[in-house]
């Protein structure tokens, strides 16, 4: 079974900047369509940043402009790049990702997956 596996989490101060990345744990996963979520303590978990396998972005209104989501395509990985961090950007991220891939008898398996999880914490 695959797993997504969040990196790059930290903390930060305001104005600061971090790159999350999500890579899959079996090297023949190919990534389809994909997101950032966030939870932040007491709240509900909210899409943050979507991008189609086509590369088309979107993105939740309190994040345009300062995140950008792409797919690095030679390390099989999707990035978010965040940048202008703010207090309220503190919440755990969570890769999303719906892909291919195929198991130890040829055959393709196809699922959505969810990792484990990523801190990140804007000091003011």
């Known amino acids: 079974q695959v797993q997504l596996v969040e990196s790059g989490g930290g903390v930060v101060r305001t104005g600061g900047s971090l790159r999350l990345s999500c890579a899959a744990s079996?090297?023949?996963?190919?990534?389809?369509?994909a997101a950032w979520y966030r939870q932040a303590p007491g709240k509900e978990r909210e899409m943050v940043a979507s991008i189609t396998s086509g590369g088309s972005a979107n993105y939740a209104d309190s994040v345009k402009a300062r995140f950008t989501i792409s797919r690095d395509n030679a390390e099989n990985t999707v990035v978010l790049q965040m940048t202008s961090l703010k207090p309220d950007d503190t919440a755990v991220y969570y890769c999303?990702?719906?892909?291919?891939?195929?198991?130890?008898?040829?055959?393709?398996?196809?699922?959505?997956?969810w990792g484990q999880g990523t801190q990140v914490t804007v000091s003011s």
């Open positions: 079996l090297r023949n996963f190919r990534f389809n369509d």
């Open positions: 999303n990702a719906d892909g291919i891939y195929y198991n130890d008898d040829g055959a393709p398996v196809v699922g959505r997956y």
